[in-house]
């Protein structure tokens, strides 16, 4: 039994003892309260943590359930049967509605947003009045009645409440396996090169917004049954401070984080009450030292996250045998007649080239000729301004980067894109689940003889490492295309020549390469043509050494001006 579970064991075990036989009316009621932030905290989790958003909608839909139960047990003298799977539908409902507009923006726009949403409730909960009974909200709300049974207050709606958190926590731990919370570390850490991993973005980041509105919808339903009246206050933005505060300083991943913030923060204020008029700062100062000292959350010093592995970082040439070759899908890609601008910037300005099976085609240019921008709209992750781009005879411009992906097209970058907190072998396998592929690191590992670092943390890869790590991962769901953005920068020779010789070892296997970089000496070995870019253009295409006499690329790229 691991540190968490064994915790988990105790601490419920506690729970249960002083819930039943020495906890007092008032008490049973705060652990009720408590059973309901977890769930709130739960379905935070998802958004805040799991998708690294920060919404401040949580107490919005915790309001929205809180309504919906509200006003059809207040008003109607609903079943709970009814009103509350209905709180959590209208509450996910909600979600779904302002989700196309909302969940497309960044960071603080995105915060911002879903705090206009809030506001726009607790105007409409407020001055809507025969509906919502205004400022001063519903009374009469009916305690939770399944059929003819009626739940009390105290021990029975305790007991009740928590048997939902337990189920809670199911449908939490049922949605977080292993290779979800992988993909969702991807898409946090490395938003930008996800979808190039095949990794849907917008689905995991809507169905996050939406597993945590109806969390939310749940915890606000059972809310106003526990204080027998709905008020705009379960709208208003104290819920979602709140939710908030317990899911930074309990922990933003994890059932256990969930019902230490949770139980926590409810407990905090009747701890400190005898500090009278002072409790608030007292609790602010407990709070603040949590934030300080605990910065993930006070589970993570309790059951601290596992440390990587003794072989982290091993040298690149410590490896032994090297494997034949992958089984790529065999494609072609076709570009015509591209154009992508910036502003006045044409990066790409009429560019057309091909490749295929087998093909090793690198790509030279000086400085902003617009090599980074090819990768980008062939891979999908930026969208052409004219043109059209074929992969395997299909149009694919314009395509979604993770569709693109999926159809055989991987890509490494200029900088690295590996996610800090997975492992080598959970990021190869994450990326394989995303091509619905069985997880195998092992073969594609091998390929770049690094199996050795297989359990090693990628943030405690050396720079030649974390190179190869990233064609691992592009490589290891044997696509037909591969586009390669300056894999030889900041390697030694001897790094640089690994790479050279695993490129021409992929294209024997029919893989077709595109290897942009400035480094002719490595490049010139490997290549069968060579590009060159230049203010967007391509200004020559042909053999190694047709191309670097070309008076335009010598003019061009090493300054040499041709008489
Ligand atoms: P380098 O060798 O330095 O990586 P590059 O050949 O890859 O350069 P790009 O990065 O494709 O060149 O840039 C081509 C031009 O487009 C440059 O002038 C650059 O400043 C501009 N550019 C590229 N991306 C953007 C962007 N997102 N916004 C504005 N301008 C951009």
Request: hydrophobic residues 50%; aromatic residues 6%.
């Given at each position: 039994?691991?540190?968490?579970?064994?915790?988990?064991?105790?601490g419920?075990?506690?729970?249960?003892?002083?819930?039943?036989?020495?906890?007092?009316?008032?008490?049973?009621?705060i652990?009720?309260?408590?059973?309901?932030?977890?769930?709130?905290?739960?379905?935070?989790?998802?958004?805040?943590g799991?998708?690294?958003?920060?919404?401040?909608?949580?107490?919005?839909?915790?309001?929205?359930?809180?309504?919906?139960?509200?006003?059809?047990?207040?008003?109607?003298?609903?079943d709970?049967?009814?009103?509350?799977?209905?709180?959590?539908?209208?509450?996910a409902?909600?979600?779904?509605?302002?989700?196309?507009?909302?969940?497309?923006?960044?960071?603080?726009?995105?915060?911002?947003?879903?705090?206009?949403?809030?506001?726009?409730?607790?105007?409409?909960?407020?001055?809507?009045?025969?509906?919502?009974?205004?400022?001063?909200?519903?009374?009469?709300?009916?305690?939770?009645?399944?059929?003819?049974?009626?739940?009390?207050?105290?021990?029975?709606?305790?007991?009740?409440?928590?048997?939902?958190?337990?189920?809670?926590?199911?449908?939490?731990?049922?949605?977080?396996?292993?290779?979800?919370?992988?993909?969702?570390?991807?898409?946090?850490?490395?938003?930008?090169?996800?979808?190039?991993?095949?990794?849907?973005?917008?689905?995991?980041?809507?169905?996050?917004?939406?597993?945590?509105?109806?969390?939310?919808?749940a915890?606000?339903?059972?809310?106003?049954?526990?204080?027998?009246?709905?008020?705009?206050?379960?709208?208003?933005?104290?819920?979602?401070?709140?939710?908030?505060?317990?899911?930074?300083?309990?922990?933003?991943?994890?059932?256990?984080?969930?019902?230490?913030?949770?139980?926590?923060?409810?407990?905090?204020?009747?701890?400190?009450?005898?500090?009278?008029?002072?409790?608030?700062?007292?609790?602010?100062?407990?709070?603040?030292?949590?934030?300080?000292?605990?910065?993930?959350?006070?589970?993570?010093?309790?059951?601290?996250?596992?440390?990587?592995?003794?072989?982290?970082?091993?040298?690149?040439?410590?490896?032994?045998?090297?494997?034949s070759?992958?089984?790529?899908?065999?494609?072609?890609?076709?570009?015509?007649?591209?154009?992508?601008?910036?502003?006045?910037?044409?990066?790409?300005?009429?560019?057309?080239?091909?490749?295929?099976?087998?093909?090793?085609?690198?790509?030279?240019?000086?400085?902003?000729?617009?090599?980074?921008?090819?990768?980008?709209?062939?891979?999908?992750?930026?969208?052409?301004?004219?043109?059209?781009?074929?992969?395997?005879?299909?149009?694919?411009?314009?395509?979604?980067?993770?569709?693109?992906?999926?159809?055989?097209?991987?890509?490494t970058?200029?900088?690295?894109?590996?996610?800090?907190?997975?492992?080598v072998?959970?990021?190869?396998?994450?990326?394989?689940?995303?091509?619905?592929?069985?997880?195998?690191?092992?073969?594609?590992?091998?390929?770049?003889?690094?199996?050795?670092?297989?359990?090693?943390?990628?943030?405690?890869?050396?720079?030649?490492?974390?190179?190869?790590?990233?064609?691992?991962?592009?490589?290891?769901?044997n696509?037909?295309?591969l586009?390669?953005?300056?894999?030889?920068?900041?390697?030694?020779?001897?790094?640089?020549?690994?790479?050279?010789?695993?490129?021409?070892?992929?294209?024997a296997?029919?893989?077709?390469?595109?290897?942009?970089?400035?480094?002719?000496?490595?490049?010139?070995?490997?290549?069968?043509?060579?590009?060159?870019?230049?203010?967007?253009?391509?200004i020559?295409?042909?053999?190694?050494?047709?191309?670097?006499t070309?008076?335009?690329?010598?003019?061009?790229?090493?300054?040499?001006?041709?008489?």
């Amino acid at each position: 039994m691991n540190a968490r579970t064994s915790m988990s064991v105790a601490g419920g075990a506690a729970l249960t003892i002083y819930a039943l036989f020495f906890a007092s009316s008032y008490d049973q009621r705060i652990l009720t309260l408590s059973g309901i932030y977890v769930i709130l905290v739960l379905g935070y989790q998802f958004i805040f943590g799991h998708a690294g958003a920060l919404s401040l909608a949580q107490g919005a839909f915790f309001g929205v359930g809180a309504y919906t139960t509200g006003i059809l047990g207040s008003k109607f003298g609903a079943d709970f049967l009814l009103t509350f799977p209905l709180s959590i539908v209208v509450a996910a409902t909600l979600a779904a509605l302002v989700s196309l507009p909302v969940l497309r923006l960044k960071t603080h726009y995105f915060a911002l947003a879903t705090l206009a949403l809030s506001q726009l409730l607790l105007l409409v909960a407020i001055n809507w009045e025969p509906v919502t009974g205004g400022a001063n909200g519903l009374p009469g709300v009916p305690p939770v009645t399944i059929l003819d049974w009626k739940l009390t207050r105290g021990l029975p709606l305790l007991t009740f409440v928590w048997a939902i958190v337990g189920m809670a926590m199911v449908i939490a731990h049922m949605q977080m396996r292993a290779g979800r919370v992988a993909a969702f570390t991807v898409m946090r850490e490395t938003p930008l090169a996800a979808p190039s991993f095949g990794i849907d973005s917008g689905m995991l980041r809507l169905r996050a917004f939406l597993l945590s509105a109806a969390f939310g919808g749940a915890a606000g339903a059972l809310f106003v049954h526990t204080n027998r009246v709905v008020s705009p206050e379960t709208l208003g933005f104290g819920v979602m401070i709140t939710c908030l505060t317990m899911t930074v300083v309990g922990g933003r991943f994890g059932i256990l984080g969930a019902v230490i913030g949770a139980l926590l923060l409810t407990h905090l204020p009747e701890w400190f009450r005898g500090f009278d008029e002072y409790y608030l700062v007292a609790v602010g100062i407990l709070l603040l030292a949590a934030v300080v000292f605990a910065p993930e959350g006070i589970v993570a010093l309790i059951a601290p996250a596992k440390a990587p592995h003794e072989n982290d970082k091993p040298s690149l040439h410590t490896q032994s045998k090297r494997a034949s070759a992958t089984k790529p899908s065999r494609l072609a890609l076709e570009a015509i007649d591209l154009a992508k601008s910036y502003g006045g910037v044409r990066a790409l300005d009429g560019v057309t080239l091909s490749f295929g099976p087998g093909e090793i085609v690198g790509v030279i240019g000086p400085n902003g000729a617009g090599k980074t921008t090819l990768a980008n709209v062939l891979t999908g992750l930026t969208p052409v301004d004219q043109g059209t781009i074929r992969l395997g005879g299909r149009d694919i411009t314009n395509t979604p980067a993770h569709i693109i992906a999926r159809m055989g097209l991987a890509r490494t970058f200029q900088t690295p894109q590996l996610p800090n907190a997975l492992t080598v072998r959970d990021l190869v396998e994450t990326t394989q689940r995303a091509h619905g592929m069985s997880p195998a690191a092992d073969e594609a590992l091998d390929l770049l003889t690094i199996r050795s670092i297989a359990d090693a943390r990628c943030d405690t890869l050396p720079h030649g490492l974390r190179r190869q790590v990233e064609i691992a991962r592009a490589i290891a769901t044997n696509p037909g295309i591969l586009v390669l953005d300056e894999p030889a920068a900041g390697l030694s020779p001897d790094e640089q020549d690994e790479i050279a010789a695993i490129c021409i070892s992929l294209s024997a296997s029919g893989m077709a390469i595109l290897l942009i970089d400035h480094n002719i000496e490595f490049l010139s070995p490997c290549v069968s043509r060579l590009i060159c870019m230049e203010a967007g253009r391509v200004i020559a295409d042909g053999a190694s050494d047709e191309t670097l006499t070309n008076p335009d690329v010598r003019n061009a790229y090493f300054g040499v001006i041709s008489s």
